[in-house]
């Protein structure tokens, strides 16, 4: 027996952290008015009030996730003030909630802003709303009623645009890329904003040769394909999971090895040889 | 299709962390018992053993649940001793299942408690059950048998009485009232034990009079309504999501810039004007 | 109204940790392709790349979870490398998928291995898997249809055997039993390798006489029923839920006080008296 189609699941994405009740919350007030729809917690360990954090986390998991699922994304560092909650429609069927401050805008434009509104309607909000909580306020009774099948236009007027995050891009140097760290995840990797395309692109330019991996100019790296390549302990560059260059140590943390964390050169190059 | 009225959700809160199995063995019980029951944690990052941090967290998430939410809460340092395991009734629709050592207590209070009985039927719990994880072998089965419909008689005798918690109440001075910081958030949002009710009275004592708040004879604050009406770094007053005066830094924790924990010296009163 | 037959519960348990989406992206898997299977955490919190942590926390859970549960178990430092990727069937109906390397293999004993294979059909796992996120990529699609009822050997080709894990035995003395810390969990319980049998033993060897314990050397205790037997803050030793000898701190870290980890060694005599 499948559940109706008009009960999306919902998933969690929040710096709310793990040792109070925020979260669980959010979840009472989606149970309430969605009780029907799964719940899948994507994180709360999202680092307080990081927005570029938030904003990368959801692009990097939004797309695994069955097509008309409801993403509700709360990190809000101006909770209460003139920033907007929205809610955002998307030709990929993926729907995003959340404040207007950029955390929605890298996935939602990786699955193509169909239709954003303002969340607005009283009727699709708790009563008296506080000023220091729209996750449990005006978030989550919004996401839930989404997953419901009420229409976007209900909830709010539409917004011509939704903030944008910018992401430091890399460099073109004389003979490679300098990029830096974007991302430190909990095992400690490095991840940098240099991609796979971009160092295909760099080996193309330079047939023959191999792309040697620094940070913060310390040792020349080849590229491995996984971590389990490296012996353990040692430091080593591959492409992980985000299809992004990353710096990680085999079986501990690069951050607490190298001291290094978000904002760190790395330069990718060819090789002399 | 909505699920059968008698499986109610069940909503989980305990202080048995993250890193092992504690929790999931409670939902391996809870499922093997009431496979078509909604799971929802609240939280396992209650401080270990903290029974008033574990009260506070409930009774200020248990309203945000669907009516007949049945709460399973382990916070149990006196696990195995003559404490008794309760599950309690209420008027509000909310059943509560753990310890007798206060941690049910104030949500009970709140949700106004009808019946209470103590878990003794044998048949309602685990075979053979541990004397170091009653979550497991005795709270997690009630749980789940009230969850499918299992009246509250069937579990135990009544018990005329549950154990309060006393949380200390602030005293009102000359021109103002002294609190006390009752629990320190994940944010490091230090949140007292003055209510917005209090200090509106304090504003009707003293029409035309702003209010002040300081904490460990710091600077004066006045109340803003968000912390994102302060500057980013700067330590506020507002009423947060408690509705109980909290002292914050606007993106940062209050906790570690001022080295405050619970019990620290919260004073409101009428500025000199 | 039950759920069909075929959509077992999945039961997660990885060392992902609770900061990044990588608990969330599998998650999304799982319910892109098992839509109706309920979904239920053990623990993300395994220390990272703790191969034997993992098979402890699954060994001490999986016996609590419904017959058919779909165990997703991910603790894998040698992702990408000549590891296999394999599911087990056992007799008591349990269902384990993971990378052979020995972090399946206590549960699967305890519960008969019946048939293993390795996971290598293209069509039960993501187009193009990444060499770093197995977990998303090839687990999680193998968990959800063996959640819907795909046969084990449309999977893959028969495994003969899985890798075994051996964790250190205790040693029998003149006197007593020598054995050692093997896991520390997130109260700072110091769980050894010393059974409730072993101990039993013991005492049918030398009736009459009490049991004393030392850690590294530290004074003898006597064994308790349970943490609450002994004062706030004083050591202890007890049989926990593993129903293996463990040194604790009541209401508090034995860990921390003691300053002891897994290998500390811990010793079971027969008092003189």
Redesign the interface.
């Known amino acids: 027996?499948?559940?109706?189609q008009s009960d999306a699941?919902i998933?969690l994405?929040t710096d709310?952290?793990?040792?109070?009740?925020?979260?669980?919350?959010?979840?009472?007030?989606l149970?309430?008015i969605a009780?029907?729809a799964?719940?899948?917690?994507?994180?709360?360990?999202?680092?307080?009030?990081s927005i570029a954090a938030g904003a990368i986390?959801?692009r990097?998991?939004?797309r695994?996730?069955?097509s008309r699922?409801v993403f509700l994304v709360v990190v809000d560092?101006?909770?209460?003030?003139s920033?907007l909650p929205i809610a955002v429609e998307t030709r990929a069927g993926a729907r995003f909630v959340g404040p207007d401050n950029g955390v929605l805008s890298l996935a939602a434009r990786d699955a193509g802003i169909s239709r954003a509104v303002r969340l607005e309607s009283t009727r699709h909000r708790l009563a008296s709303p506080?000023?220091?909580?729209h996750g449990?306020d005006i978030f989550a009774p919004a996401a839930a009623f989404l997953s419901r099948g009420t229409p976007l236009g209900t909830l709010g007027s539409a917004v011509a645009r939704i903030k944008p995050l910018h992401l430091p891009k890399p460099d073109g140097t004389a003979n490679g890329i300098r990029g830096e760290v974007l991302y430190v995840?909990?095992?400690g990797n490095l991840i940098t904003n240099i991609s796979r395309k971009d160092v295909a692109r760099l080996h193309s330019s330079f047939p023959g040769k191999q792309v040697s991996v620094r940070i913060r100019g310390g040792a020349p790296m080849k590229i491995l394909?996984?971590?389990?390549?490296a012996r353990p302990g040692t430091i080593l560059a591959?492409?992980?999971?985000f299809?992004l260059l990353e710096i990680a140590v085999?079986?501990a943390?690069a951050a607490t090895r190298l001291g290094c964390g978000v904002g760190a050169t790395v330069v990718a190059r060819m090789a002399r040889s």
Chains 1, 2, 3 share one sequence.
């Open positions: 027996m499948r559940r109706a699941p998933a994405l709310f952290g793990y040792r109070d009740h925020y979260a669980g919350a959010m979840k009472g007030v149970a309430s009780p029907d799964v719940l899948l917690d994507i994180t709360h360990g999202v680092p307080p009030q986390t959801l990097e998991s939004w695994f996730f069955p699922t560092p101006g909770v209460g003030t920033r506080s000023s220091t909580f449990r995840d909990g095992f394909n996984t971590y389990g390549e591959t492409f992980g999971s299809e085999r079986d943390s």
